[in-house]
């Protein structure tokens, strides 16, 4: 129950911290006026994904200074930390999740060894019992062996003696 509780929090820690929401900004100079358009979605994330997105929006506020329009270069900022943000979370989601995965697989292994151990001891135990109960019954079959021995001796004794008395 323990590792499913650790699995699954480590997957909502996961999902939750790779999440980011991403901004578009498109910018049109159409007869010198301005169009932006702003979409907005929200993404799960792989740390290669926010990396590859951090990148872009480099590339997206180098080419916005370079053009010298600064309502594209504040989105372009905007956007680099958002993404920039979005990779750290990633990155740090990847730690925790290793680090939950290695406590489980470590607590696992523990778990194996003790119950290696308890199966060790069972079997020593089981052995010592074994051994005690062989040693019990060849004790019960020797003397049962001497009972009938001295038994037959007893009646072989007495059918001689009735043999001599007739």
Same mark, same amino acid.
């Given at each position: 129950m323990k590792k499913i509780l650790i699995t699954a929090s480590a997957a909502a820690l996961l999902f939750t911290a790779s999440c980011k929401k991403q901004e578009k900004t498109v910018v049109t100079d159409d007869n010198k006026d301005t169009l932006a358009v702003v979409t907005t979605e929200t993404s799960t994330l792989s740390e290669? !994904?926010?990396?590859? =997105? $951090? !990148?872009? =929006? %480099?590339? #997206? /506020?180098?080419?916005?200074?370079?053009? *010298? !329009?600064?309502? &594209?270069?504040?989105?372009?900022?905007? &956007? /680099? &930390? !958002?993404? +920039?943000? =979005?990779? #750290? +979370?990633?990155?740090?989601?990847? *730690?925790?999740?290793? %680090? #939950? $995965?290695k406590e489980g697989v470590d607590n696992a292994v523990d778990k194996t060894k003790v119950a290696a151990e308890n199966a060790k001891q069972d079997m020593k135990d089981a052995a010592k019992d074994t051994k005690e109960a062989i040693n019990k019954t060849t004790e019960d079959a020797k003397t049962a062996t001497k009972k009938a021995a001295g038994d037959a001796k007893d009646a072989y004794n007495n059918a001689l003696e009735k043999a001599k008395a007739k």
């Open positions: 290669t !994904d926010a990396k590859t =997105a $951090v !990148d872009k =929006a %480099q590339a #997206d /506020l180098d080419a916005a200074i370079k053009k *010298g !329009d600064k309502e &594209a270069e504040a989105a372009a900022r905007k &956007a /680099l &930390a !958002d993404a +920039n943000m =979005a990779w #750290d +979370n990633a990155k740090s989601a990847m *730690g925790n999740a290793a %680090q #939950d $995965v």
